[in-house]
C-alpha cells in the first residue's frame, strides 16, 4: 500500500530577541503599534481570522474596473450609516402613539446634544441609499453582471431592494406626524389591494383590521429588528458570492485590447 505523505508542519518563525538593557526605549507610537499587532495575532491564532479576511480583501480584479463599481459599498456604507445613526436615535425614540412618538422626536431634535443632526443623518440618509441602490442595480444591469454564474447575486440584490423600500416605508410612520400618519395609511391600503396576499399584508401591518395603538409598535420592530437583521444577513451572502465569484469586466473591454501603461504598473 503506498504510504500517506503528509505535508510538513509549518516551520514557527523566530521569536524576537529580548530587548538589550540600554538599548534605545520605544516611542509611544512604536509602542502602540506592537501592542496593536500582538493583539491582532492573538486572536488570528486562536481563529485564523486573517485567511477569511485576506480572502475577502485581497482579490483579482478585471481589468477596466471603474468608479461605477465603488456604488455597491456605497449602498453598504449607506447602510451602516443608518444602523449606527438608528441605534442612537432608538436610545430617545419611543413608539408611543398617544403623543410619546411625536413627543421624542421633537426632544431629539430639539434638546438632545447633536440629535438633529443625527436624525437628519438618518432621514437624508434613507434617501440616499435608496438612490445608490438603484444606481448600483443599474451598474450591474447595464454591464450584464446579472448573467450566469451571478443570478444568484442578482436575485438578493433583488430582496434587498424590498427590504430598502420596506425599511424607507416603516420608518415613515415613526414620526408619527399627521404626515407620515396619514401618508402610511394611504400606503397600507395600498397594500391590502395586492392580489391574494394583500388583504393578509395590510392586516399585518395594522396590527389588525383598524390602525391603532399597536400599529405603530409593530411598524418599529418591523423597521429596527426584522428587516436590518435580514438585511444584514443578505449583505453578507452577497458579499461572500461577490468575493467568491469576482466582478465582471466593463462590457466594452474585449481580450484583445491592449493593456494600458497604469494598469501593467
Ligand atoms: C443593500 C444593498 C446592496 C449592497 C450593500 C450591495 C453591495 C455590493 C457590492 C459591495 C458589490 C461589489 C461590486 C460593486 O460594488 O459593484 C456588489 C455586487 C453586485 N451586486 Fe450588489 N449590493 C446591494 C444591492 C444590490 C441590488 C439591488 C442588486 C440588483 C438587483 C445587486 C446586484 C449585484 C450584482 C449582480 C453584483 C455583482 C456585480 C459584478 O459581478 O460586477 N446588488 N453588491
Redesign the pocket.
Known amino acids: 500500500m503506498p504510504k500517506l505523505k503528509l505535508p510538513a508542519p509549518p516551520i514557527p518563525l523566530p521569536k524576537p530577541l529580548p530587548k538589550r538593557p540600554g538599548a534605545p526605549r520605544q516611542t509611544p507610537v512604536e509602542t502602540a503599534t506592537e501592542a496593536g499587532i500582538s493583539a491582532v495575532d492573538w486572536v488570528d491564532e486562536r481563529t485564523s481570522l486573517s485567511g477569511a479576511a485576506r480572502w475577502m480583501m485581497f482579490r483579482k480584479v478585471p481589468r477596466g474596473t471603474n468608479w461605477f ?5 456605497s ?2 456604507f449607506a ?1 451602516l450609516s443608518q444602523a449606527v445613526t438608528g441605534v442612537f436615535l432608538a436610545m430617545y425614540y419611543r413608539p408611543d402613539a398617544a403623543g410619546g412618538a411625536y413627543e421624542s422626536i421633537r426632544y431629539i431634535n430639539n434638546e438632545v446634544f447633536l440629535g438633529e443632526f443625527v436624525h437628519g443623518m438618518h432621514k437624508w440618509g434613507s434617501s440616499v441609499m435608496v438612490i445608490l ?1 438603484f444606481l ?2 443599474a ?2 444591469f447595464f ?1 450584464g ?2 448573467k450566469y454564474p ?1 443570478e444568484l ?2 436575485v438578493i ?2 430582496a ?2 424590498i427590504l ?1 423600500m420596506a425599511m424607507s416605508f416603516t420608518g415613515y410612520l415613526l414620526p408619527f406626524d399627521q404626515r407620515s400618519y396619514w401618508a402610511t395609511i394611504v400606503g397600507v391600503n395600498i397594500n391590502g389591494t395586492g392580489p391574494l396576499v394583500g388583504p393578509y399584508l395590510s392586516d399585518f401591518l395594522r396590527a389588525g383590521p383598524e390602525f391603532g395603538a399597536t400599529t405603530l409598535s409593530r411598524f418599529y420592530a418591523i423597521h429596527m429588528l426584522l428587516i436590518p437583521g435580514i ?1 444584514a444577513a443578505l ?1 453578507g451572502a ?2 461572500y458570492l ?1 468575493a467568491k ?4 469586466a466593463p462590457p466594452w473591454l474585449k481580450p484583445s485590447d491592449p493593456v494600458k501603461k497604469e494598469e501593467k504598473a
Open positions: 463599481y465603488t456604488l455597491g459599498s449602498t453598504m447602510f441602490i448600483h442595480m451598474r450591474t454591464f453582471a446579472y451571478r447575486n442578482w440584490g433583488v434587498l431592494l430598502t438585511m449583505i452577497h458579499l461577490v465569484l469576482g466582478t465582471t
